[in-house]
């Protein structure tokens, strides 16, 4: 009996330090992910730089990343220690699942990378390039399965774009959703599906050891450093950026979010940051304060008149 | 170096004294956490991953492969004497062997649980480190028509977890399936039965749902019966140790756990639940004490605890050879992976030989132990159930409520605990069994994710269920499981049956 309590004491000695963490960063999607991978990267910046002491990732994946976000501007208001990682998807993600909670409920922070979709077929697909992929699309759109991330997410609204671009009706792509880039990766990688579509990150080391194939990447030139055409060399004129940010609780005081905004800031800057952002392949779009404010209320304006033509927002 | 020098070169490293006690500590933490209900194996060590950044490589991944064997394990002690689940891969556990407990046997269970992870773990480790690149070409052939294959046979045979009456059981299991379509459906972003309530956006969270309806249905249970039932349950009757019988009757479900666990495992939309309830319907098949089950049979606890612990070291196939994270707890352990130099992905076998052989080792060595230090404790767990009851169901009353919150630290959280304890509570009080209730809510939206990822595929064609060989097998063995039992009870009324059991070896 003795020993139970102490074990409990133990535990609960250990848990409580753990859970005043410096930070705690909601990763919502599964894990393996885009925003999974932001999220324990920061952890590791923060943590490895000396901005923090102790960063903790929580995973609420589902439905675009609206349920973490629900769950965080819930719970958190007021807690300079929580922190969201987000993005392109979610602006998407809100306007197809009409989400009670949006951008508007938490506190934006900054932009931090951004990253081209790439899409991939498995290395034994007959489709050898994007043309290859076009006219299977022509042919019957609905014999064209794409894994991606949640519906309505870039990853969704890119493959919507380039059957637009191609010509055909986008309402008729056969989408098939995954709570995450991880699961969405297996199903790739198992022959189950046409084609996949992500992030260029979460396909890299797949890419590089030969088990998929890279057949374009939506930049608008060619990058440095992926073996791939753009969509545009492709014959279609889609430019896709998928941006990501961090964002903390609404409620907040001035001077909690310059506190936040100053410790992002010196994460940015560092060398570490600098690292991942190479490994990963991401591109430093930082931008913090009123003109990412701005720059977000334009995205969530454009992304809106893109999902009403695509026929994913009535 | 061939993969036996690598091996053993780790083990050298990871035997040495200061790294068995890393091994020690970080295996004790992670079973004093891991008991907690409502705290599973992915939140322990996401809590106790930091402690180990501190020590030199070798040290932390030794520490840390201790506390993830640790963490997997310690949710069963409590499954096995308070009946109460610390994650959903325990719900099968607290079934037999919260029986047993009752029954004076908490030893017998507690050692073939401790002892059916060892076993489990050491082969399942030994496979990871020999046969990874086939277990994951074979994984990878599971689509989703095959996840929904499997999904309906574990559906048709954990029917074996309903108890006496069908109907009850399912009455109960389609209160699981009513209660997993609440949340955002993925595949078309639409909102279910949320009632514009953002807490319900998320779903139902599993482990709230066990926790309440195990924990606090029963404690409630327990406090209306107030003076009528006996104040102790009798701690030990015969040995706190396994029998001879035990050995025999624990030895095979062991095995058969372990290589049901093991690829389930390393599927990207396996898992451990799923193997537990593989292996529990296996055992209660091949089981030559049948009538034992939901009175406390051995195999059901022996069996289901090998298939958790072996899927644990199964989910470590994707995430080194294809650095694929399929659970939360594979995600937080790439995260520390990466801060040990690991680089998890297709090249790591070729790039990092010393470090994933040192992390097998290490794993090697937190498996034995973890049965160190757990053997000896048993016959202190058990003096547990000698504790008065209102000490016993208050401590599981505040344990359960300090779970809930530290997995999701939410009010609205906090009242659902409370109303699934009054519905496991009602439950009781008429006779209905509330295991199928979880698994319902924890199969429903699997199953039907897929199913609907299988016919999109197909563009609504339904054959192509059956058009995959994986799929129809497993679809000809959920057919077999249902029609089997109805053939044979109707020709010989359970003779044939019971001489099936009895020519089985």
Redesign the interface.
Same mark, same amino acid.
């Given at each position: 009996m003795k020993h139970f309590f102490l074990a409990s004491l133990i535990a609960g000695a250990m848990a409580l330090p753990a859970l005043a963490a410096d930070y705690t960063i909601i990763a919502p999607a599964g894990p393996g992910g885009g925003w999974d991978q932001t999220a324990r990267s920061i952890q590791t910046v923060l943590q490895d730089e000396k901005i923090s002491g102790s960063v903790q990732v929580v995973n609420v994946p589902g439905a675009g990343g609206t349920i973490g976000l629900a769950q965080f501007a819930s719970q958190n208001s007021g807690n300079p220690n929580a922190l969201i990682v987000g993005g392109y998807v979610m602006v998407g993600a809100i306007l197809t699942n009409q989400s009670p909670v949006s951008l508007k409920d938490v506190t934006p922070i900054a932009r931090l990378t951004g990253e081209y979709e790439a899409i991939v077929v498995p290395a034994a697909s007959p489709i050898q390039n994007m043309e290859d992929l076009i006219k299977a699309l022509k042919a019957d759109p609905g014999a064209v399965s794409w894994a991606g991330g949640s519906a309505g997410g870039t990853d969704h609204i890119t493959a919507g774009l380039i059957a637009k671009a191609a010509g055909v009706d986008p309402t008729k792509i056969n989408y098939v959703a995954y709570a995450g880039g991880g699961e969405a990766l297996a199903a790739i990688l198992g022959n189950q599906v046409t084609a996949g579509i992500s992030g260029y990150g979460e396909f890299e080391a797949q890419v590089k050891a030969g088990t998929l194939r890279l057949i374009a990447i939506s930049s608008a030139e060619r990058v440095e450093g992926i073996d791939a055409p753009t969509i545009k060399e492709g014959g279609l004129d889609v430019v896709v950026q998928n941006w990501r940010m961090i964002a903390a609780a609404p409620g907040l005081s001035a001077e909690q979010v310059t506190a936040i905004n100053a410790d992002i800031e010196k994460m940015v800057n560092s060398e570490g940051w600098k690292t991942i952002l190479k490994t990963k392949g991401w591109q430093n779009t930082y931008l913090a304060g009123d003109a990412f404010k701005a720059q977000l209320d334009e995205d969530v304006a454009a992304t809106e008149s893109i999902l009403k033509d695509i026929g994913l927002v009535k | 170096m061939g993969t036996f020098e690598f091996l053993l070169q780790g083990i050298l490293i990871a035997a040495q004294p200061m790294n068995l006690l890393y091994a020690l500590i970080g295996v004790t933490?992670g079973?004093?956490?891991g008991?907690?209900p409502g705290?599973g194996p992915a939140l322990t060590v996401?809590?106790?991953l930091?402690?180990t950044?501190k020590l030199d490589p070798a040290g932390s991944l030794i520490m840390f492969a201790g506390i993830y064997y640790g963490g997997m394990y310690g949710g069963s002690t409590t499954s096995i004497l308070l009946n109460t689940p610390g994650e959903s891969a325990s719900v099968v556990t607290a079934l037999e062997g919260n029986k047993m407990a009752r029954a004076g046997r908490g030893g017998p269970a507690l050692a073939t649980a401790a002892i059916g992870s060892f076993v489990a773990g050491l082969i399942a480790t030994l496979g990871l480190a020999f046969i990874a690149p086939f277990v994951v070409k074979f994984a990878?052939?599971?689509?989703?028509r095959e996840y929904f294959a499997l999904m309906v046979l574990a559906f048709v045979t954990v029917s074996a977890a309903f108890g006496d009456s069908t109907l009850r059981g399912l009455t109960a299991l389609f209160v699981g399936l009513g209660l997993a379509i609440i949340?955002?459906d993925?595949?078309?972003?639409?909102?279910r039965l949320s009632f514009?309530i953002?807490?319900l956006?998320?779903?139902i969270e599993v482990t709230t749902l066990a926790v309440a309806m195990f924990a606090i249905g029963e404690t409630l249970f327990v406090a209306c019966q107030g003076d009528r039932i006996p104040d102790k349950v009798e701690a030990v009757k015969g040995s706190v140790w396994m029998s001879a019988q035990d050995w025999a009757r624990s030895w095979k479900p062991w095995l058969r756990g372990t290589f049901i666990g093991f690829p389930i495992g390393a599927m990207?939309?396996g898992g451990a639940d799923i193997a537990s309830f593989l292996s529990y319907s296996t055992e209660k098949q091949f089981s030559r004490h049948k009538e034992e089950f939901g009175k406390g049979a051995i195999e059901g606890v022996a069996g289901p605890e090998a298939a958790n612990n072996a899927s644990a070291a199964g989910t470590l196939v994707?995430l080194l050879s !294809?650095?694929?994270?399929?659970?939360?707890t594979?995600?937080?352990m790439?995260?520390g992976f990466?801060?040990y130099g690991l680089q998890p992905?297709?090249?790591l076998f070729a790039t990092n030989p010393q470090l994933v052989w040192g992390l097998i080792a290490s794993l090697l060595i937190a498996n034995f132990m973890l049965l160190v230090l757990n053997l000896p404790?048993i016959g !202190?767990?058990v003096?547990?159930l000698t504790?008065p009851k209102p000490w016993l169901y208050a401590g599981i009353l505040l344990?359960a409520t300090?779970g809930t919150i530290?997995a999701n630290?939410?009010v609205f959280e906090l009242g659902m605990l409370l109303v699934f304890g009054l519905l496991g509570f009602a439950m009781r009080i008429f006779g209905y069994p509330i295991a199928p209730v979880v698994v319902g809510l924890i199969l429903g939206p699997m199953a039907e994710q897929q199913l609907r990822?299988a016919l999109?595929?197909s563009?609504g064609d339904v054959t192509t269920l059956f058009m995959s060989p994986i799929a129809a097998v497993l679809f000809a063995l959920a057919f077999l499981a249902v029609a089997v039992p109805l053939v044979l009870r109707a020709r010989g009324k359970g003779e044939v049956l019971s001489q099936f059991a009895a020519n089985e070896d």
């Amino acid at each position: 009996m003795k020993h139970f309590f102490l074990a409990s004491l133990i535990a609960g000695a250990m848990a409580l330090p753990a859970l005043a963490a410096d930070y705690t960063i909601i990763a919502p999607a599964g894990p393996g992910g885009g925003w999974d991978q932001t999220a324990r990267s920061i952890q590791t910046v923060l943590q490895d730089e000396k901005i923090s002491g102790s960063v903790q990732v929580v995973n609420v994946p589902g439905a675009g990343g609206t349920i973490g976000l629900a769950q965080f501007a819930s719970q958190n208001s007021g807690n300079p220690n929580a922190l969201i990682v987000g993005g392109y998807v979610m602006v998407g993600a809100i306007l197809t699942n009409q989400s009670p909670v949006s951008l508007k409920d938490v506190t934006p922070i900054a932009r931090l990378t951004g990253e081209y979709e790439a899409i991939v077929v498995p290395a034994a697909s007959p489709i050898q390039n994007m043309e290859d992929l076009i006219k299977a699309l022509k042919a019957d759109p609905g014999a064209v399965s794409w894994a991606g991330g949640s519906a309505g997410g870039t990853d969704h609204i890119t493959a919507g774009l380039i059957a637009k671009a191609a010509g055909v009706d986008p309402t008729k792509i056969n989408y098939v959703a995954y709570a995450g880039g991880g699961e969405a990766l297996a199903a790739i990688l198992g022959n189950q599906v046409t084609a996949g579509i992500s992030g260029y990150g979460e396909f890299e080391a797949q890419v590089k050891a030969g088990t998929l194939r890279l057949i374009a990447i939506s930049s608008a030139e060619r990058v440095e450093g992926i073996d791939a055409p753009t969509i545009k060399e492709g014959g279609l004129d889609v430019v896709v950026q998928n941006w990501r940010m961090i964002a903390a609780a609404p409620g907040l005081s001035a001077e909690q979010v310059t506190a936040i905004n100053a410790d992002i800031e010196k994460m940015v800057n560092s060398e570490g940051w600098k690292t991942i952002l190479k490994t990963k392949g991401w591109q430093n779009t930082y931008l913090a304060g009123d003109a990412f404010k701005a720059q977000l209320d334009e995205d969530v304006a454009a992304t809106e008149s893109i999902l009403k033509d695509i026929g994913l927002v009535k | 170096m061939g993969t036996f020098e690598f091996l053993l070169q780790g083990i050298l490293i990871a035997a040495q004294p200061m790294n068995l006690l890393y091994a020690l500590i970080g295996v004790t933490l992670g079973t004093a956490v891991g008991v907690l209900p409502g705290i599973g194996p992915a939140l322990t060590v996401a809590l106790l991953l930091p402690v180990t950044y501190k020590l030199d490589p070798a040290g932390s991944l030794i520490m840390f492969a201790g506390i993830y064997y640790g963490g997997m394990y310690g949710g069963s002690t409590t499954s096995i004497l308070l009946n109460t689940p610390g994650e959903s891969a325990s719900v099968v556990t607290a079934l037999e062997g919260n029986k047993m407990a009752r029954a004076g046997r908490g030893g017998p269970a507690l050692a073939t649980a401790a002892i059916g992870s060892f076993v489990a773990g050491l082969i399942a480790t030994l496979g990871l480190a020999f046969i990874a690149p086939f277990v994951v070409k074979f994984a990878l052939s599971f689509g989703p028509r095959e996840y929904f294959a499997l999904m309906v046979l574990a559906f048709v045979t954990v029917s074996a977890a309903f108890g006496d009456s069908t109907l009850r059981g399912l009455t109960a299991l389609f209160v699981g399936l009513g209660l997993a379509i609440i949340g955002i459906d993925q595949q078309t972003g639409q909102a279910r039965l949320s009632f514009g309530i953002p807490d319900l956006l998320d779903g139902i969270e599993v482990t709230t749902l066990a926790v309440a309806m195990f924990a606090i249905g029963e404690t409630l249970f327990v406090a209306c019966q107030g003076d009528r039932i006996p104040d102790k349950v009798e701690a030990v009757k015969g040995s706190v140790w396994m029998s001879a019988q035990d050995w025999a009757r624990s030895w095979k479900p062991w095995l058969r756990g372990t290589f049901i666990g093991f690829p389930i495992g390393a599927m990207p939309a396996g898992g451990a639940d799923i193997a537990s309830f593989l292996s529990y319907s296996t055992e209660k098949q091949f089981s030559r004490h049948k009538e034992e089950f939901g009175k406390g049979a051995i195999e059901g606890v022996a069996g289901p605890e090998a298939a958790n612990n072996a899927s644990a070291a199964g989910t470590l196939v994707p995430l080194l050879s !294809l650095g694929l994270p399929t659970t939360a707890t594979a995600a937080i352990m790439l995260a520390g992976f990466q801060q040990y130099g690991l680089q998890p992905g297709p090249l790591l076998f070729a790039t990092n030989p010393q470090l994933v052989w040192g992390l097998i080792a290490s794993l090697l060595i937190a498996n034995f132990m973890l049965l160190v230090l757990n053997l000896p404790l048993i016959g !202190l767990w058990v003096k547990l159930l000698t504790i008065p009851k209102p000490w016993l169901y208050a401590g599981i009353l505040l344990f359960a409520t300090l779970g809930t919150i530290g997995a999701n630290p939410s009010v609205f959280e906090l009242g659902m605990l409370l109303v699934f304890g009054l519905l496991g509570f009602a439950m009781r009080i008429f006779g209905y069994p509330i295991a199928p209730v979880v698994v319902g809510l924890i199969l429903g939206p699997m199953a039907e994710q897929q199913l609907r990822r299988a016919l999109a595929i197909s563009q609504g064609d339904v054959t192509t269920l059956f058009m995959s060989p994986i799929a129809a097998v497993l679809f000809a063995l959920a057919f077999l499981a249902v029609a089997v039992p109805l053939v044979l009870r109707a020709r010989g009324k359970g003779e044939v049956l019971s001489q099936f059991a009895a020519n089985e070896d």
